[in-house]
Structure formats: C-alpha cells, structure tokens
C-alpha cells in the first residue's frame, strides 16, 4: 500500500534556523571584499594595480553590504521563524484521512487538485497500476476524459462520472468517481448562506480530489447475455410461429380441399407447435431454477432410485433408436440433500443427448459412483456415449443458452439448445460441479459430481427403504 507523503519541504521545522549561520558567513565575507577593494585601490594609486580592478571590487563589495542589510532588516521585521502558513504549501496528508483512502472498497486516489497522487490504496494496484505518490496522475491513467474530469472537478468543485472501456491487456469497461474534496479549507465556508449564488461564491476551490474506480465488465456482459437471450429466444419462437401461419395461410387458400396436402400440413403444424411448447417449457424451467439457484436444496434424496427411474423413463427412446441403456450403480443407497424432479430434469436431458447425438454408438453408459473428496464423500455420476463425440472448440460454451453445435441436427431433435443451460444451473444449485469430456470419433461424458449428505440420514433413508 502506499502511504501518504513525509513533511513537505518549507513546512518542516529549523528551516530559518539554518538561515542565520549562513548570512553570517555572508557579512563576513562582506568585510574581506571591502578589504580586498580597499587594498586594490591602494594598489592603483601606487600604479601598481588597474584601477577600473579596484572600481569593480569595491562595486561588489558595496552591493553585498546593501544586500546584508536589507536581509538584516527583515530578520528584524520576523525575527521568529515561523512555519509557513497551510495555504502556502500543502500539509501532509492527514493519517485519518489516508486510512479512509486505504479502506474504500473500491480503487480510490487522493490526488492534489493539480492531479498529483498523494494517496492510492492497494486496490488501485491490482486493478489500475502501480501507482507512486507524488507522480501526476497522468502517470497512472492515461484516458483523457478523466484527467479533464479531475481538472475540471478541481476548478469548479462539482462531482462528475467519466465512463471509459480498455482493451489491452483486456476488454473491460470502467466507471471513473471524481469528487473534489476540502480537506483543509472546510473552516472558509460560509454555513449562513443566502442563495445557491452566494455560497458558491464563498465556497473556496477544493483543495484535493477523490478519485474511484468501479469495474462496470460483469454488469455489461450480464446485459449483453440478456439482451442475446431475448433476441435468441425471440429468435426460436418466431420461426415455428411463422411455419404455423405460412400452414394455416396454405390450408384456407390453395390446399382448401386438398385433403392429404392437408394431412401432411396438419402433421407438420403439430410438430413445430410441440417445439414451442417444449421451448416455453424450457424457458420456465431456466427461470424457475435461477430464481431460486441461491437457495441450495436440503430434502435427502437417494440418487441410485433417480438414476434407474430416468433410465426406465428413456428406455422406450433408447429402444426406437437401437440403443441400449447400461446402468452401473452401487446396491446401497447414496444420499445427497437435493430436489428430486430438479435431478430427474438434469439426467433425463443428459441421457436424452447421449441417445440424441450418440446414437451412432449404440450404447450409453451410466455410472453411478462414490469416491472420497476434501469435504467428505462425493458422489460421481457419468453418462457416456460412443457417438461422433464434440470437437474441443465447442466444449467451453455447450452449457450457454441456445449454443448448438450442429443447429440443424439438434433442430431434427427436437432440441431448443437449453438443455444443457439447465443442467448447468440444477449442478450449480445443488452446489455440485458438471464435467465434460471428449475425443472425438470416440464419443463424449459428461460427469457430475455431488456431495454426499451425511451417515445418519443415509441411514434413516436405507431404513425407510
Ligand atoms: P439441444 O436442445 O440442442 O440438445 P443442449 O443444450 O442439450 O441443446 O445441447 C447443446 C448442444 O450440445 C447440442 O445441440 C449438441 O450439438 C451438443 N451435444 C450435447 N450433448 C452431446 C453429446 N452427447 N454428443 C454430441 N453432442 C452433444
């Protein structure tokens, strides 16, 4: 952290005690210039020196007298040496107010209001720079919007807000806080004012400035995501809602009495209104889960009964496609604190894109497991395919909302592209971690990791069972 500056020069104490030895030495250099001019002129009388010499000797020799007596007469008019008054030069900056600094939560300076930083608190390291007391501030940021914000708040003593992006090293947005301050001028206002007028007039001009940094990254991408949600989901309903009318355009027109022209749109019409209604399902469900994803379930659940449920549930898909469903689960119950229909929702959309995408593998495994972890044991359930599998590139953005590898191949599905947003979010409510992994050609798994509860309730669930 930087601390605030030492005295500064003028304001430390002796200053005009050193003064004295040194218009000593002065005066009597003084004499010895007279002595030396005196004898000079000697020297010209007798010939033996130039006289202009001699003039220009005692010349110096008078003006160093007048100057020894005109300093005389003022050590005589101060003969205290006083420190020099506050509005002089500036004071140190006072502890309390550079502990303040120090504490904000956000990145501050205290600069002077010429924009010299005389106090930076470490978070100003760590997001803005390594900043010196004492350099200018230009040193420091180098946004010009700024450094005329905090010249302008230091004329005219209003607070203002300069919004600026960087894009080295990183993209990111900031906020820029100045706020003129008058740490020492405070006793000069005036409290008895009459009008708005009146008071700026006697308010004196700040004399340090605050400045604060807040980092305004996260809150624009979080506007950005709902911005691109809105568009995508706009987006994904609009399409089926176009085929639907185009169909119902067709069959009150041309195909009026065509009947099976009419039995195919009928069928069709079906389909796209079935994928918007899965759509609006998911988007419920994305919703209903964020809103409550801070409070973590705690209702003991066994993940072995929901794990074979989800697989005898998809069983009949599993088989219209020629796949086969194996489950692997220990014989003893495995408890973890969760919301069963949330589990159910997270394994059935995990299985379901393991028949959907891996179909070609013919087989999808599922694993139920427990193996020990920092905080006790964890619970490791894996569900794996042997399809095409998903190439490393798209791996860190499958769980975004509406992200499809393939759009068309996931559309043929039936699939609106949140399912894996939704897996995510149930993994993040119940406090777990969702892994994926792949090589393609071989297949993918996708693995989630949940904490166990503990013995006693595992206990009271295999008794009840
Ligand atoms: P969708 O509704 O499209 O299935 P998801 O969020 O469930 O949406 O999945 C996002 C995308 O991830 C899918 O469109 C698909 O491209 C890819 N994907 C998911 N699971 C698998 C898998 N097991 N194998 C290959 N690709 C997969």
């Not at 010349?59 to 005589?76: F, K, N, P, S």
């Not at 990111?172 to 009459?194: F, M, T």
């Not at 399912?419 to 409510?429: E, P, S, T």
Request: overall charge neutral; glycine content about 8%.
């Amino acid at each position: 952290m930087t601390t605030p500056t030492e005295d500064e020069p003028g304001t430390r104490p002796g200053t005009a005690g050193r003064a004295a030895p040194a218009k000593a030495w002065f005066a009597r250099a003084m004499v010895w210039l007279w002595l030396a001019g005196l004898l000079t002129l000697a020297g010209a009388a007798a010939d033996r020196a130039h006289p202009l010499v001699a003039m220009g000797v005692l010349l110096c020799a008078v003006l160093g007298t007048l100057c020894v007596r005109r300093d005389d007469r003022q050590v005589v008019q101060a003969p205290a040496p006083e420190p020099e008054p506050p509005q002089a030069s500036r004071p140190p900056v006072e502890a309390p107010v550079a502990a303040l600094v120090a504490a904000l939560p956000e990145p501050a300076l205290l600069l002077s209001p010429d924009g010299e930083i005389l106090v930076a608190n470490e978070r100003v390291g760590l997001a803005i720079g390594a900043a010196r007391v004492g350099d200018p501030l230009s040193f420091l940021v180098r946004v010009p919007e700024v450094l005329a914000a905090v010249r302008a708040a230091a004329q005219d003593g209003f607070p203002r807000r300069v919004e600026f992006a960087e894009r080295v090293p990183l993209d990111r947005w900031l906020e820029a806080h100045v706020v003129p301050l008058h740490l020492y001028s405070a006793k000069g206002r005036d409290s008895g004012v009459r009008g708005a007028a009146d008071a700026a007039a006697r308010i004196p001009a700040p004399d340090a400035v605050l400045l604060t940094f807040r980092d305004l990254t996260q809150q624009r991408r979080v506007e950005q995501m709902r911005a691109d949600f809105v568009a995508n989901a706009s987006h994904e309903l609009r399409t089926p809602l176009a085929s639907l009318s185009g169909f119902i355009e067709t069959l009150l027109g041309p195909a009026r009495n065509d009947a099976p022209a009419r039995e195919r749109f009928l069928t069709i019409m079906g389909a796209q209104a079935r994928r918007m209604s899965r759509l609006i399902d998911d988007l419920l469900s994305l919703s209903r889960i964020e809103l409550n994803a801070h409070v973590r379930p705690d209702t003991p659940v066994d993940l072995g009964g929901i794990l074979s449920h989800v697989c005898d549930t998809l069983t009949p898909l599993a088989n219209d496609r020629g796949v086969v469903i194996e489950l692997t689960r220990e014989t003893r119950p495995l408890v973890i604190r969760g919301d069963r229909d949330e589990l159910i929702r997270l394994f059935e959309n995990l299985v379901e894109n393991a028949l959907k995408y891996g179909v070609t593998g013919k087989r999808v495994a599922v694993d139920l497991a427990c193996e020990a972890g920092p905080a006790g044991p964890v619970a490791v359930i894996s569900i794996r395919d042997f399809g095409p599998g998903i190439a490393p590139e798209h791996l860190p953005r499958l769980t975004e909302r509406f992200y499809r590898v393939d759009v068309a191949a996931s559309r043929d599905h039936g699939g609106t592209g949140l399912g894996l947003a939704i897996v995510k979010h149930i993994v993040a409510r119940h406090r777990g971690r969702l892994g994926v992994e792949s090589t393609p050609g071989e297949g993918a798994k996708f693995t989630v990791r949940l904490d166990v509860f503990d013995e006693a309730a595992k206990n009271q669930i295999s008794a009840k069972a």
